[in-house]
């Protein structure tokens, strides 16, 4: 007689929210590859760049200078206290290591952050699209998601009066990015400021301000909405070194916030990680405090396949794109191509264009749906350009097989 296990029972929490379709994506394009087919991944939000030599060689002296032990939960004094050197260098905003918890990656610092904040019931506002994490953590945390739609003609940013729409005696957050993952709005200090004023009007709203992608800015200086000091005690600053250093392996993520904040995310990450890699935190020390110059050089060829990219889109019938401000990606909408098939597959969603072309085209983008926005898809331009053009030569050919 064969012997079957029980069925597992899994907890409801499971059930709140979404594998994350960036890394569903991901998956899809290794299993094809895994058989042998050629995927170009347009999918992931990784730098193709390696890691800077002289942050390196910051880590293989800290393995040699026997770094090798448990670190503080919120990180190294001296990383703490070159995060504080930074946001003044870059941003002109003054903070003390008190202020500053450094995590395993950027996502920790959202997830800490999000769950000192919210609890059941509590609003948190994100304006559409967003990065596909935001929803799902608060879901985590037992909070309602209240979404502000933005289109391309309002260049995917809100205004003032959409935020104060939005607001009840329920919200809790306000949750954004700038610049912005997946459609690469970036916020000016005119823009912050109206919102700033909404801010002002209601005391009670934290505002969570994911500044990862902070040099990867195509328009100009970033702007932190921190930067009005009447609601800076409000602000939590979520960044990290992933996107900025190409260091999207090294886990290194930190917030800025006020005290409480900062030590209740401590309280949090205490029972869940503990600090964070003593080796990537001594070269965190390098990367913030030295020659930024690696960085700068990142985001000029980034600038140069943007212009690119937008080149090539432009020569595909049916999909509108604008061109994105900041980040690496394009954010267009495909919905014309809603009720199309090649005389096998029918085309009724983004996540169908999507699949579409991974398994026609190789090449592996994310659906709108997982960043609020069911009209669009992202493709990143974190690749080669040699990829990059042969990934859209791809996708021109499978579109047209669609009538």
Same mark, same amino acid.
């Given at each position: 007689?064969?012997?079957?296990?029980?069925?597992?029972?899994?907890?409801?929490?499971?059930?709140?929210?979404?594998?994350?379709?960036?890394?569903?994506?991901?998956?899809?394009?290794?299993?094809?590859?895994?058989?042998?087919?050629?995927?170009?991944?347009?999918?992931?939000?990784?730098? $193709?760049?390696?890691?800077?030599?002289?942050?390196?060689?910051?880590?293989?002296?800290?393995?040699?200078?026997?770094?090798?032990?448990?670190?503080?939960?919120?990180?190294?004094? $001296?990383?703490?206290?070159?995060?504080?050197?930074?946001?003044?260098?870059?941003?002109?905003?003054?903070?003390?290591?008190?202020?500053?918890?450094?995590?395993?990656?950027?996502?920790?610092?959202?997830?800490?952050?999000?769950?000192?904040?919210?609890?059941?019931? $509590?609003?948190?506002?994100?304006?559409?699209?967003?990065?596909?994490?935001?929803?799902?953590?608060?879901?985590?945390?037992?909070?309602?998601?209240?979404?502000?739609?933005?289109?391309?003609?309002?260049?995917?940013?809100?205004?003032?009066?959409?935020?104060? $729409?939005?607001?009840?005696?329920?919200?809790?957050?306000?949750?954004?990015?700038?610049?912005?993952?997946?459609?690469?709005?970036?916020?000016?200090?005119?823009?912050?400021?109206?919102?700033?004023?909404?801010?002002?009007?209601?005391?009670?709203?934290?505002?969570?301000?994911?500044?990862?992608?902070?040099?990867?800015?195509?328009?100009?200086?970033?702007?932190?909405?921190?930067?009005?000091?009447?609601?800076?005690?409000?602000?939590?600053?979520?960044?990290?070194?992933?996107?900025?250093?190409?260091?999207?392996?090294?886990?290194?993520?930190?917030?800025?916030?006020?005290?409480?904040?900062?030590?209740?995310?401590?309280?949090?990450?205490?029972?869940?990680?503990?600090?964070?890699?003593?080796?990537?935190?001594?070269?965190?020390?390098?990367?913030?405090?030295?020659?930024?110059?690696?960085?700068?050089?990142?985001?000029?060829?980034?600038?140069?396949?943007?212009?690119?990219?937008?080149?090539?889109?432009?020569?595909?019938?049916?999909?509108?794109?604008?061109?994105?401000?900041?980040?690496?990606?394009?954010?267009?909408?495909?919905?014309?191509?809603?009720?199309?098939?090649?005389?096998?597959?029918?085309?009724?969603?983004?996540?169908?264009?999507?699949?579409?072309?991974?398994?026609?085209?190789?090449?592996?983008?994310?659906?709108?749906?997982?960043?609020?926005?069911?009209?669009?898809?992202?493709?990143?331009?974190?690749?080669?350009?040699?990829?990059?053009?042969?990934?859209?030569?791809?996708?021109?050919?499978?579109?047209?097989?669609?009538?």
């Amino acid at each position: 007689m064969e012997l079957t296990a029980p069925a597992t029972q899994l907890s409801s929490l499971l059930q709140r929210f979404n594998e994350p379709e960036t890394l569903k994506m991901a998956k899809l394009g290794r299993e094809l590859r895994a058989k042998g087919i050629d995927v170009i991944d347009l999918s992931l939000g990784e730098p $193709d760049f390696d890691t800077p030599q002289h942050i390196k060689d910051a880590a293989k002296k800290a393995i040699d200078d026997n770094w090798s032990h448990y670190t503080p939960v919120p990180g190294f004094l $001296d990383l703490r206290e070159a995060v504080c050197t930074k946001l003044k260098r870059d941003n002109n905003l003054d903070y003390k290591p008190e202020n500053i918890v450094v995590s395993t990656g950027a996502k920790q610092s959202l997830a800490n952050t999000i769950l000192a904040l919210v609890d059941k019931g $509590d609003e948190v506002i994100i304006p559409t699209p967003y990065w596909v994490t935001y929803s799902e953590l608060v879901k985590i945390a037992g909070g309602k998601v209240v979404e502000i739609k933005t289109s391309a003609k309002d260049g995917f940013k809100i205004s003032p009066e959409q935020l104060e $729409d939005a607001i009840t005696p329920a919200t809790r957050v306000f949750l954004f990015s700038s610049p912005c993952n997946p459609s690469g709005a970036v916020y000016s200090k005119k823009e912050l400021e109206g919102l700033a004023d909404v801010f002002r009007k209601h005391p009670d709203i934290s505002i969570i301000s994911d500044e990862i992608y902070e040099y990867i800015n195509f328009v100009g200086q970033h702007e932190s909405i921190a930067q009005f000091n009447d609601i800076k005690e409000r602000v939590i600053i979520v960044n990290g070194l992933s996107k900025g250093f190409a260091m999207t392996g090294w886990r290194l993520g930190y917030i800025a916030a006020n005290k409480e904040i900062a030590k209740a995310c401590e309280k949090l990450q205490g029972q869940f990680t503990s600090g964070t890699c003593s080796i990537a935190q001594k070269a965190a020390v390098t990367a913030l405090t030295t020659d930024l110059r690696p960085s700068m050089e990142m985001t000029e060829e980034f600038a140069r396949r943007r212009k690119r990219v937008l080149e090539l889109v432009k020569e595909i019938p049916g999909i509108e794109c604008s061109a994105p401000d900041g980040a690496f990606y394009i954010f267009p909408d495909i919905s014309s191509y809603y009720g199309k098939s090649d005389g096998e597959i029918t085309i009724n969603s983004s996540g169908d264009f999507c699949m579409y072309l991974l398994n026609t085209a190789h090449v592996s983008s994310v659906m709108g749906e997982a960043f609020g926005d069911p009209d669009c898809v992202r493709f990143s331009f974190a690749n080669s350009l040699p990829k990059i053009e042969e990934a859209w030569a791809r996708v021109k050919k499978a579109l047209a097989r669609l009538k």
